[in-house]
Nanobody
Protein backbone atom coordinates (compact mmCIF):
# COMPACT_ATOMS: atom_id res chain seq x y z
CA UNK A 1 0.00 0.00 0.00
CA UNK A 2 1.18 3.50 -0.84
CA UNK A 3 0.18 6.68 0.91
CA UNK A 4 0.51 10.04 -0.80
CA UNK A 5 -0.05 13.29 1.08
CA UNK A 6 -0.17 16.62 -0.72
CA UNK A 7 0.40 20.00 0.92
CA UNK A 8 1.07 23.61 -0.01
CA UNK A 9 -2.23 24.67 -1.49
CA UNK A 10 -3.91 27.94 -0.61
CA UNK A 11 -5.48 31.17 -1.79
CA UNK A 12 -3.27 33.43 -3.91
CA UNK A 13 -3.70 36.25 -6.37
CA UNK A 14 -3.14 36.04 -10.09
CA UNK A 15 0.57 36.27 -10.86
CA UNK A 16 1.65 34.77 -7.55
CA UNK A 17 3.56 31.55 -7.02
CA UNK A 18 2.96 28.42 -4.94
CA UNK A 19 4.91 25.24 -4.38
CA UNK A 20 3.03 22.04 -3.80
CA UNK A 21 4.60 19.03 -2.13
CA UNK A 22 3.63 15.39 -2.16
CA UNK A 23 5.25 13.01 0.31
CA UNK A 24 5.05 9.28 -0.27
CA UNK A 25 5.30 6.36 2.10
CA UNK A 26 4.80 2.65 1.91
CA UNK A 27 7.09 1.58 -0.93
CA UNK A 28 10.28 2.43 -2.72
CA UNK A 29 9.45 5.94 -3.89
CA UNK A 30 12.57 6.40 -5.95
CA UNK A 31 11.75 3.58 -8.38
CA UNK A 32 8.54 5.02 -9.79
CA UNK A 33 7.43 7.90 -11.91
CA UNK A 34 5.16 10.49 -10.33
CA UNK A 35 2.47 12.76 -11.68
CA UNK A 36 0.47 15.82 -10.74
CA UNK A 37 -3.13 16.17 -11.82
CA UNK A 38 -5.85 18.71 -11.13
CA UNK A 39 -9.61 18.93 -11.11
CA UNK A 40 -11.37 22.25 -11.42
CA UNK A 41 -14.97 22.71 -10.24
CA UNK A 42 -17.36 21.10 -12.69
CA UNK A 43 -14.58 19.66 -14.83
CA UNK A 44 -12.87 16.31 -15.25
CA UNK A 45 -9.52 15.63 -13.68
CA UNK A 46 -6.66 16.47 -16.03
CA UNK A 47 -2.96 15.79 -16.31
CA UNK A 48 -0.61 18.57 -15.22
CA UNK A 49 2.95 17.22 -15.06
CA UNK A 50 4.94 14.00 -14.74
CA UNK A 51 8.50 13.14 -13.78
CA UNK A 52 10.53 9.97 -14.23
CA UNK A 53 12.05 8.15 -11.27
CA UNK A 54 15.47 9.64 -11.99
CA UNK A 55 14.17 13.16 -12.71
CA UNK A 56 15.68 12.82 -16.15
CA UNK A 57 12.40 13.22 -17.98
CA UNK A 58 9.58 15.63 -17.33
CA UNK A 59 6.36 16.27 -19.22
CA UNK A 60 3.80 19.04 -18.93
CA UNK A 61 0.33 19.86 -20.09
CA UNK A 62 0.31 22.67 -22.62
CA UNK A 63 -1.71 24.86 -20.25
CA UNK A 64 1.09 24.94 -17.67
CA UNK A 65 4.20 24.60 -19.81
CA UNK A 66 6.68 27.35 -19.03
CA UNK A 67 4.95 28.27 -15.76
CA UNK A 68 5.02 25.06 -13.71
CA UNK A 69 8.02 22.91 -12.83
CA UNK A 70 7.89 19.38 -11.44
CA UNK A 71 10.82 18.05 -9.44
CA UNK A 72 11.53 15.35 -6.90
CA UNK A 73 13.82 14.59 -3.99
CA UNK A 74 14.08 10.82 -3.68
CA UNK A 75 15.95 11.11 -0.39
CA UNK A 76 12.88 12.83 1.07
CA UNK A 77 10.32 10.71 -0.80
CA UNK A 78 8.81 13.94 -2.03
CA UNK A 79 7.73 15.35 -5.38
CA UNK A 80 7.16 19.06 -5.89
CA UNK A 81 5.18 21.25 -8.22
CA UNK A 82 6.45 24.82 -8.44
CA UNK A 83 3.70 26.97 -9.89
CA UNK A 84 4.56 30.46 -11.12
CA UNK A 85 2.51 33.16 -12.82
CA UNK A 86 -0.68 31.60 -11.54
CA UNK A 87 -3.93 32.35 -13.33
CA UNK A 88 -7.53 32.11 -12.14
CA UNK A 89 -7.99 29.14 -14.49
CA UNK A 90 -5.38 27.25 -12.45
CA UNK A 91 -7.90 27.07 -9.61
CA UNK A 92 -8.43 23.39 -8.83
CA UNK A 93 -7.78 20.58 -6.42
CA UNK A 94 -4.31 19.28 -7.18
CA UNK A 95 -3.52 15.60 -6.75
CA UNK A 96 -0.31 13.65 -6.92
CA UNK A 97 -0.31 10.08 -8.09
CA UNK A 98 2.05 7.24 -8.89
CA UNK A 99 2.05 4.11 -10.97
CA UNK A 100 4.35 1.58 -12.56
CA UNK A 101 4.08 3.44 -15.84
CA UNK A 102 6.74 5.66 -17.30
CA UNK A 103 6.46 9.42 -17.02
CA UNK A 104 5.58 9.50 -20.72
CA UNK A 105 2.77 7.00 -20.21
CA UNK A 106 1.46 9.07 -17.31
CA UNK A 107 1.38 12.13 -19.55
CA UNK A 108 -0.63 10.13 -22.08
CA UNK A 109 -3.37 9.12 -19.67
CA UNK A 110 -2.13 5.84 -18.26
CA UNK A 111 -4.19 4.72 -15.27
CA UNK A 112 -2.55 5.59 -11.98
CA UNK A 113 -2.30 3.09 -9.13
CA UNK A 114 -2.29 5.40 -6.12
CA UNK A 115 -3.65 8.87 -5.48
CA UNK A 116 -3.37 11.44 -2.74
CA UNK A 117 -6.42 13.20 -1.34
CA UNK A 118 -5.55 16.49 -2.97
CA UNK A 119 -4.79 20.07 -1.98
CA UNK A 120 -6.89 23.05 -3.04
CA UNK A 121 -5.35 25.90 -4.99
CA UNK A 122 -7.48 28.99 -5.47
CA UNK A 123 -6.25 31.85 -7.65
CA UNK A 124 -8.17 35.09 -7.42
CA UNK A 125 -8.19 37.68 -10.21
Amino acid sequence: QVQLVESGGGLVQAGDSLRLSCTASGRTFSSYAMGWFRQAPGKEREFVAAISWSSGRTYYADAVKGRFTISRDNAKNTVYLQMNSLKPEDTAVYYCATSRATAWDISQGYDMDYWGKGTLVTVSS
